[in-house]
């Protein structure tokens, strides 16, 4: 039988393959007109991908965000990240990839136990994220956020997301656009 404890320590294990930025495909089509568009959406600081399934987001981005200057956090989310502990757990992981030291600082606001909020945890964030120089600027890719439908993943990114600071762009591939169009959200696809 599992204690409360072990069971608690199960949740919190990261599952690293989510944080990997896919590997580059040998049959990849370049797709400068987009890769340009993804350029320019760099200064509004969040922007979704949106196309129907199969049209290549995924590979887009990867192939957009490995050629560019900036560190990128790359976060592969499935249904089990509507759990807001788990979401953050993993976010906050793929930023420590671009932003050492970034998880032992703000990690502790996740508990064990979870927060009841996670405004706490997101103003830490948005300090951490705003503590570095320019060149110090990171890129948050959120790969299938149309899974997530967690008012309070919603909120809490949201928040995070849209303080007008631009040391982080947040970039998410979607087939769905209408729920995500946040103000000041470029959208780029079809």
């Given amino acids: 039988m599992t204690t409360p404890s072990e069971a608690a320590s199960e949740r919190d294990v990261l599952l690293a393959t989510k944080l990997h930025m896919p590997r580059p495909r040998p049959d990849l089509v370049?797709?400068?007109?987009?890769?340009?568009?993804?350029?320019?959406?760099?200064a509004r600081g969040v922007m979704l991908i949106c196309a129907p399934a199969g049209y290549g987001k995924t590979v887009l981005l990867a192939d957009w965000a490995r050629r560019g200057p900036q560190p990128v956090a790359w976060l592969s989310l499935d249904v089990g990240d509507n759990d807001p502990a788990r979401f953050w757990r993993h976010g906050v992981a793929a930023l420590d990839r671009s932003r050492p030291g970034l998880a032992e600082r703000v990690g502790p606001l996740l508990g064990p136990p979870a927060p009841a909020s996670y405004e706490g945890l997101v103003t830490a964030l948005i300090n951490e994220l705003a503590a570095g120089s320019d060149a110090d600027q990171a890129l948050l890719v959120l790969d299938d956020?149309?899974?997530?439908?967690?008012q309070a993943v919603h909120t809490s990114l949201g928040s995070c997301s849209s303080t007008g600071r631009r040391d982080c762009?947040?970039?998410?591939?979607?087939?769905?656009?209408r729920r995500w169009r946040w103000r000041g959200c470029g959208?780029?696809?079809s």
């Fill in 30 to 42: 370049p797709r400068p007109r987009l890769a340009e568009r993804l350029d320019e959406g760099l």
């Fill in 145 to 150: 956020y149309h899974l997530i439908d967690s």
């Fill in 169 to 177: 762009t947040w970039c998410w591939p979607a087939a769905a656009t």
């Fill in 187 to 189: 959208v780029v696809g």
